[in-house]
Protein backbone atom coordinates (compact mmCIF):
# COMPACT_ATOMS: atom_id res chain seq x y z
CA UNK A 1 0.00 0.00 0.00
CA UNK A 2 1.05 3.45 -0.99
CA UNK A 3 1.33 5.91 1.97
CA UNK A 4 2.33 9.58 1.61
CA UNK A 5 5.83 10.51 3.71
CA UNK A 6 3.50 12.41 6.14
CA UNK A 7 1.59 9.89 6.66
CA UNK A 8 4.64 7.53 7.58
CA UNK A 9 5.08 6.08 11.15
CA UNK A 10 8.04 4.46 12.68
CA UNK A 11 7.53 0.83 13.06
CA UNK A 12 5.87 0.74 9.42
CA UNK A 13 7.69 -1.88 7.22
CA UNK A 14 8.83 -1.21 3.69
CA UNK A 15 7.13 -3.53 0.92
CA UNK A 16 9.34 -2.32 -1.73
CA UNK A 17 12.31 -1.07 -2.29
CA UNK A 18 12.20 3.08 -1.88
CA UNK A 19 14.41 4.53 -4.23
CA UNK A 20 15.46 8.58 -4.68
CA UNK A 21 14.58 10.68 -8.12
CA UNK A 22 17.30 9.17 -9.67
CA UNK A 23 16.46 5.12 -8.98
CA UNK A 24 19.39 4.43 -6.43
CA UNK A 25 17.65 2.22 -3.86
CA UNK A 26 17.81 4.05 -0.54
CA UNK A 27 16.17 1.41 1.64
CA UNK A 28 15.15 -2.19 0.79
CA UNK A 29 12.12 -3.70 0.99
CA UNK A 30 11.07 -5.42 4.10
CA UNK A 31 12.99 -3.20 7.10
CA UNK A 32 10.71 -0.93 9.70
CA UNK A 33 11.26 2.44 9.14
CA UNK A 34 12.68 4.27 12.32
CA UNK A 35 11.93 8.58 12.72
CA UNK A 36 15.40 8.98 10.70
CA UNK A 37 14.30 6.82 7.68
CA UNK A 38 11.42 8.80 7.48
CA UNK A 39 13.58 11.94 7.99
CA UNK A 40 15.73 10.98 5.01
CA UNK A 41 12.71 10.47 3.00
CA UNK A 42 12.23 13.92 3.52
CA UNK A 43 15.46 14.99 2.72
CA UNK A 44 15.51 13.69 -0.32
CA UNK A 45 12.27 14.64 -2.00
CA UNK A 46 10.79 11.14 -1.31
CA UNK A 47 6.65 11.57 -1.01
CA UNK A 48 5.52 8.02 -1.38
CA UNK A 49 6.62 5.03 -0.02
CA UNK A 50 5.38 1.32 -0.34
CA UNK A 51 4.34 -0.19 2.77
CA UNK A 52 3.04 -3.12 4.15
CA UNK A 53 -0.20 -2.90 5.73
CA UNK A 54 -1.97 -4.14 8.76
CA UNK A 55 -3.98 -1.25 9.35
CA UNK A 56 -7.58 -1.76 10.60
CA UNK A 57 -10.49 -0.58 8.66
CA UNK A 58 -10.91 2.68 11.18
CA UNK A 59 -7.13 3.59 10.72
CA UNK A 60 -7.57 3.24 7.53
CA UNK A 61 -10.41 5.39 7.07
CA UNK A 62 -8.93 8.17 9.34
CA UNK A 63 -5.84 8.33 7.23
CA UNK A 64 -7.78 8.97 4.15
CA UNK A 65 -9.99 11.73 5.45
CA UNK A 66 -6.48 13.42 6.50
CA UNK A 67 -5.15 12.78 2.94
CA UNK A 68 -8.24 14.31 1.63
CA UNK A 69 -7.81 17.36 4.20
CA UNK A 70 -4.57 17.89 2.81
CA UNK A 71 -5.80 17.84 -1.12
CA UNK A 72 -8.61 19.95 -0.73
CA UNK A 73 -6.16 22.29 1.25
CA UNK A 74 -3.73 22.64 -1.65
CA UNK A 75 -6.60 22.40 -4.50
CA UNK A 76 -9.16 23.97 -2.98
CA UNK A 77 -12.70 22.29 -3.78
CA UNK A 78 -11.92 22.23 -7.50
CA UNK A 79 -8.41 22.95 -9.61
CA UNK A 80 -7.72 26.85 -10.40
CA UNK A 81 -7.38 24.89 -14.22
CA UNK A 82 -8.59 22.49 -15.59
CA UNK A 83 -5.28 20.81 -15.57
CA UNK A 84 -5.26 21.35 -11.54
CA UNK A 85 -8.81 19.97 -11.63
CA UNK A 86 -7.84 16.93 -12.95
CA UNK A 87 -5.02 16.33 -10.92
CA UNK A 88 -7.25 16.90 -7.83
CA UNK A 89 -9.64 14.82 -8.85
CA UNK A 90 -7.00 11.86 -9.51
CA UNK A 91 -5.50 12.25 -6.20
CA UNK A 92 -8.57 11.87 -4.72
CA UNK A 93 -9.38 8.97 -6.68
CA UNK A 94 -6.20 7.24 -5.79
CA UNK A 95 -7.19 8.41 -1.89
CA UNK A 96 -9.62 6.50 -2.07
CA UNK A 97 -8.14 3.54 -3.74
CA UNK A 98 -5.41 3.20 -1.05
Request: aromatic share 4%; glycine share 8%; hydrophobic share 35%.
Amino acid sequence: MMFSTKALRPGMTTQDPVRDSKGMVLLPGGVTLTDSHIQQFFQRGISVVSVESNESEEDRAARQGLEKERILELFGETGATPQLEQLRRLLMERTDAA
